[in-house]
């Protein structure tokens, strides 16, 4: 029982409320740049590649918890390269202490609707998922998402990294 408490202790030291430690989800813009790899399954067939370069401009709407934007990108789900495009919510579960070279890091939920998309001459899909997220300091960003296409019974699971293009690294006051 004891251990269990340790355990307890270090993940709520680790973990602070959203808003408690550095500055995270600022407002205003910001332009992700994503690169995904991972699984496309239609059912019943077999599991394929897939592979996924998005940018994923977004507008911070609640500071500190919510942004919204759009996912453009390229996909190839094991067949043909095609493209995709819809929208996206991010919001902040936690937020944690300095980590590497970054101030915080936070952790988010991330929701997705992605009505166009299209690979090759097959027709258009729509997607609907989501997935988590983990970002250090609004600069990089690792996610696992999985997304359901509503016209096809195929599911689609992907690993991203991502890369903050509008960063502003904020530099520590001179002595």
């Known amino acids: ?10 993940l709520g030291g680790l973990l602070l409320p959203a808003g408690a430690a550095a500055q995270e ?3 205003g813009f910001d332009l992700m740049a994503e690169l995904g790899q991972g699984f496309s399954r239609p059912r019943g067939d077999r599991t394929l590649y897939l592979a996924t370069l998005q940018v994923v401009p977004q507008v911070t709407l609640v500071p500190e918890k919510l942004r919204a934007g759009l996912v453009l990108g390229a996909l190839y789900p094991g067949t043909k390269v095609g493209v995709l ?3 996206r919510l991010t919001y902040k579960l936690a937020q ?5 070279l970054a101030k915080s890091f936070h952790v988010n939920l991330q929701a997705e609707y992605l009505p166009l998309v299209r690979s090759g001459p ?3 899909r729509q997607w609907v998922g ?3 997220g983990f970002e250090t300091s609004n600069l990089l960003g ?3 998402r999985v997304h359901r296409d ?7 699971g992907q690993l991203a990294l991502s890369f903050n293009f509008r960063y502003k690294r904020s530099l520590p006051p001179e002595l």
Not at 150 to 156: D, E, L, Q
């Open 122 to 124: 097959d027709a258009w």
């Open 96 to 100: 944690g202490p300095p980590v590497l």
């Open 150 to 156: 509503f016209r096809t019974p195929a599911t689609y």
């Open 1 to 10: 029982m004891k251990s269990a408490l340790s355990y307890g202790a270090v």
């Open 142 to 144: 690792v996610s696992v």
């Open 130 to 132: 989501g997935g988590i």
């Open 85 to 87: 495009a819809g929208g």
């Open 25 to 27: 989800m600022p407002k």
